[in-house]
C-alpha cells in the first residue's frame, strides 16, 4: 500500500509568482484535502476535493485553487504569492463512501514554500 | 466553527515517565483523531477515536463524546517520542478537520 506523497518537498518562490504543489493520495483514497501550516501552529483547511469537485473551503482567497485528476491525485496552485504564504503545505487523503460519513485523514509529509 | 484547546502546551519529562494530554472541544464531534508531527513536520496518525477508548503499545486514547473531551496517554516515554501532538476533529456534515493548537512534548534521555 502506497502512502500519501507530495512534490515538491521544498520550494523558493518569490512574491507575486505562481507556484502549484501536487499530491498522490494513498491507494485506494478517493478525497484530497489541503491544509496550511505556518510555523508554530496547527494545520489549517484550505479545501477538500471528492469526486473532483471541489468539497468544502477553509477562509483562504481565490488566489488558492485546485483540481483533483482521474487518480485522485490533486493539485494545490497559489497565484500572486504574498510573504504570508510561506508555510508547510500538506495534503491528507481519506477513503469516503458518501458526503456527510464520518472517515480517517493520512496525511503527506508536505511542501516547504518559501516566499521572499 | 467548533473550538478546540489542547493542554498542556508543552511539557518536559524524563524518559521513562508517563504522560497525559487533554483535548478539549466546544460541540459534538464525528470525527476525532490524535497525530504526532515529527521534526520534519511529517503528522503520523496514533488514534482514530470519536469515541471510546483504544490502546496502540505504550500509546491509548479516550475520548468522553458526551463530556467533550479526549485524553492521549503515552507510557514508558522515549526520546522519539518528543515531537508535537496535536488532535484534530470534525462534526457532523463537516468536511475539514479542525487542528487543536498542539503540545509540545520533549523527552530528556
Known amino acids: 500500500e502506497t502512502g500519501v506523497t507530495q512534490s515538491p518537498t521544498h520550494l523558493i518562490k518569490t512574491r507575486g509568482q505562481q507556484v502549484t504543489l501536487r499530491c498522490s493520495s494513498q491507494?485506494?483514497?478517493?478525497?484530497v484535502s489541503w491544509y496550511q501550516q505556518a510555523l508554530g501552529q496547527g494545520p489549517q483547511f484550505i479545501f477538500q476535493?471528492?469526486?473532483?469537485?471541489?468539497?468544502g473551503r477553509g477562509n483562504f482567497p481565490p488566489r488558492f485553487s485546485g483540481l483533483q485528476f482521474p487518480n485522485y491525485s490533486s493539485e494545490l496552485n497559489v497565484n500572486a504569492l504574498e510573504l504570508d504564504d510561506s508555510a508547510l503545505y500538506l495534503c491528507?487523503?481519506?477513503?469516503?463512501f458518501g458526503l456527510g460519513q464520518t472517515y480517517e485523514q493520512y496525511f503527506g509529509p508536505g511542501t516547504r514554500l518559501t516566499v521572499t | 466553527g467548533i473550538q478546540v484547546e489542547q493542554s498542556p502546551p508543552d511539557l518536559i519529562l524524563q524518559e521513562g515517565a508517563n504522560s497525559t494530554l487533554r483535548c478539549n472541544f466546544s460541540?459534538?464531534?464525528?470525527?476525532l483523531q490524535w497525530f504526532h508531527q515529527n521534526p520534519w513536520g511529517q503528522l503520523i496518525n496514533l488514534f482514530y477515536?470519536?469515541?471510546g477508548t483504544k490502546q496502540n503499545g505504550r500509546l491509548s486514547a479516550t475520548t468522553v463524546a458526551t463530556e467533550r473531551y479526549s485524553l492521549l496517554y503515552i507510557s514508558s516515554s522515549q526520546t522519539t517520542d518528543s515531537g508535537v501532538y496535536f488532535c484534530?476533529?470534525?462534526?457532523?456534515?463537516?468536511?475539514?478537520?479542525?487542528f487543536g493548537t498542539g503540545t509540545r512534548l520533549t523527552i530528556i534521555p
Open positions: 491528507a487523503s481519506s477513503l469516503v
Open positions: 491507494s485506494g483514497h478517493n478525497t
Open positions: 476535493y471528492y469526486r473532483e469537485e471541489e468539497n
Open positions: 460541540d459534538s464531534v464525528n470525527n
Open positions: 477515536i470519536p469515541s
Open positions: 484534530a476533529l470534525a462534526n457532523f456534515g463537516n468536511e475539514k478537520l479542525t
